[in-house]
């Protein structure tokens, strides 16, 4: 899977945007560690809080099909170049703290960076695995 494939797959999910209030479509695709791709987009709700971008709604499909390691996401909105906002950058940094991030206007303009440079000094579950507060606090 190469990052033109992945933009091609983000594009067709942000076809499906559910955007009645922002009128902003967004779309992303998401590869997994046994190369498989999930999609998803951004899906608005009336009361506006429940809405969710499309690199959680990727990422969750993944997720919740017992795919945990993100390798690659690739992202596309209605501005040139659309970066994940800051709740989907620590989504990522979950299931992908390696991961290679794409933000794409289309197939031939795109931009590559690694995850720790959208997030850098990041917080993930390595904070809480190799935790000894607990212990001091007791
Ligand atoms: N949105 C995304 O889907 N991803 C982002 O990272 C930025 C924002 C969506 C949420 C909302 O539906 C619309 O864009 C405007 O904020």
Redesign the pocket.
Known sequence: MNDKKLIKAALEAKEM?H?P??G?H?G?AVLMEDDKVYTG????IASYSP?????RTAIFKAVSEGKKKVKAIA?V?DSKH????GV?RQVIREFGKDAKVIIANDEQDYLVYQLEELLPHSFGPEDLANSSREEEDV
Not at 41 to 44: G, L, M, P, S
Request: aromatic residues 14%; glycine residues 4%; negative net charge.
């Open positions: 945007a955007v209030y922002s902003f967004v992303a987009c951004n899906i608005e809405t969710i971008c499309a690199e992202i909105g659309t970066y994940p906002c989907c």
